[in-house]
């Protein structure tokens, strides 16, 4: 699963924002797969799909930017104050584990953006060897129980990143014909 989106950071105004939903939204639609998702305050966030070809460091530019939020808000609405363009990925180290060393979070993992996992999977997997190790330098464990971190944090990550995939799948195909299917 890679997909390549636009990332727009926007602080709205009382204009930008009677123009705006009161909810997140995810637009379904082929044509360009987007979300709307709303912050803390008068944060605004798009997270856009590229069309195959397009470049996507001319997408991050401040006037390409303007140009896909056109259909919700102009310049006079608001701030935009971050605009960018990622690639997403759904990989999975190796191994999370080397001697003294542990991989957490996405050094350990890259999730698909459709479930907004990645930040708190990797909360959870920064939390799983913490009392392991406690208890393995305190010498109530050996070092066997250690082995369990990458066992028990794969299994969900694996777990996650399944899940937001198939989420985007449904959410964001940019085939009419399969897209008419979904609806």
Known sequence: CTQVAASARFV???????KLPITSVQYCEPDRPCTMVIGPGRH???EISLKPGE?????????ATWRLLSRWLTPEDGTLWRQSSYRFHALVAAHWRQGRVF???DAAHLMPVWQGQGYNSGIRDA???????????NGHAG???LESYDTE????ARAMIDLSTMVGRVISP????VATLRD
């Not at 709205?12 to 009677?18: F, H, K, S």
């Open 103 to 105: 991989l957490a979070g």
């Open 127 to 137: 939390g799983n060897p913490g009392g392991k190790l406690a208890a393995v330098v």
């Open 174 to 177: 940019t085939n009419r014909r």
């Open 153 to 156: 944090r794969r299994k969900h």
């Open 44 to 46: 605004r966030r798009w």
């Open 12 to 18: 709205v105004n009382d204009q930008g924002l009677a």
């Open 55 to 63: 470049d996507p460091a001319e997408v991050a530019t401040p006037e």
């Open 143 to 145: 070092d066997a129980l």
